[in-house]
């Protein structure tokens, strides 16, 4: 047995016990034909299980949908995506390892990123410490742990990450109130993640989690991403601080600039964050009464730099906004009409 295989075995048996299922359910009456909780996606899944399937009495509760999760604190705090537990209406169990069951209240749910954070009634119980991303190459081995199709806990997939700084986008919830989640620099692996594994950890070989299992490319051949986990650390220590996820908000939709786009559409800059909206309709290029629109940010800007940060394919935007604090004053350096200037904004609390 070589050293990469007795390293995955023991930080398997180490660490497994801390991966748990999460399971959402309804009163069958509450649940309606088009059920708001089944994800659907632009070319992009959320490896989830569920949809009731059984013709029930309608004070009979039905599964809707779960994911997996994980525990960071031994008296039950546990970090999953935001999507698993997208549904305010429904209720939450959590399932651990040794099948004790326990009601999982919902602590707080990401306005940014695709995490949640929820909390159960329980001690001692076992853990998994967060890593980092800082040293995670290309070609490293990394274990999923999750339930996958949500009937088989702890099953474990190995593989390496793939990519690295990747973007993904997702719709959560169906019809033309869905909402579009853009999911920015997230690591590419091609671990087999299944239906159910959403929320599980993503481990290095040192048994630490290195990111959060949250979506695959439907129709291909093991094509996964996973949130970075210092997007987690800065959600737990929110909360522990502020009771609640904090993250700064500019109000506006963007597009990152290339060569390529550029060319297409005959833009001044090939670098840059285009402010433009999207195609769900009754959207805005720029939030009314947001901080971007009292401060003068119009559609078709080009925003050039943060602060002197220069934007571009490998700076993103949002990403760059993150590293901000919520009343922190910016200054942005737009293009507009061929004419640079600063604008300055005062960051708000994302709601």
């Known amino acids: 047995m070589d050293s990469q295989e007795q390293s995955t075995i023991r930080v398997v048996k180490k660490y497994s016990p801390a991966v748990v299922s999460v399971i959402a359910s309804k009163f069958a009456s509450q649940i309606k034909k088009d059920n708001p909780f089944e994800p659907t996606l632009q070319g992009v899944v959320p490896p989830d299980f569920g949809g009731p399937t059984l013709d029930v009495g309608k004070n009979q509760r039905v599964t809707v949908g779960g994911g997996s999760g994980f525990l960071v604190r031994k008296d ?76 088989f806990s702890n099953t474990v997939s190995k593989g390496v990450v ?42 290095n070989l040192a048994g630490e989690v290195i990111g959060i299992n949250t979506a695959v490319i439907f129709g291909a051949q093991n094509i996964g991403f996973a949130i970075p986990i210092e997007r987690a650390h800065k959600d737990l220590t929110d909360l522990e601080k502020f009771g609640r996820i904090i993250q700064p908000y500019i109000g506006i939709r963007y597009v990152m600039l290339s060569p390529e786009i550029k060319e297409r559409y005959s833009l001044a800059s090939d670098k840059g964050a285009l402010v433009i909206q999207d195609h769900i309709p009754g959207s805005h290029a720029v939030a009314p009464h947001s901080p971007a629109d009292r401060a003068g940010i119009k559609q078709h800007d080009i925003i050039l730099a943060i602060n002197d940060e220069t934007l571009d394919e490998k700076s993103d935007f949002s990403e760059v906004i993150q590293k901000h604090d919520v009343g922190d004053l910016i200054s942005l350096t737009t293009l507009r009409s061929g004419k640079k200037q600063k604008i300055n904004v005062r960051l708000t609390e994302r709601k």
């Open 76 to 151: 039950g705090l546990i970090l999953t995506n935001k999507h698993v537990v997208f549904d305010a209406q429904a209720d939450f169990i959590v399932s651990l390892s040794d099948d004790k069951k326990y009601p999982a209240q919902v602590l707080t749910r990401d306005p940014v990123n695709d995490i949640a954070i929820l909390k159960i009634k329980a001690t001692n119980l076992p853990t998994i410490p967060l890593g980092t991303t800082a040293q995670v190459q290309p070609g490293q081995t990394v274990i999923a742990i999750g339930n996958a199709l949500g009937l």
């Open 162 to 203: 793939s990519g690295l700084s990747r973007q993904i986008s997702a719709a959560l919830g169906e019809g033309p109130q869905q909402e579009m989640e853009r999911l920015r620099g997230v690591i590419q692996t091609d671990v087999a993640i299944n239906q159910g594994n959403s929320g599980g950890p993503l481990l």
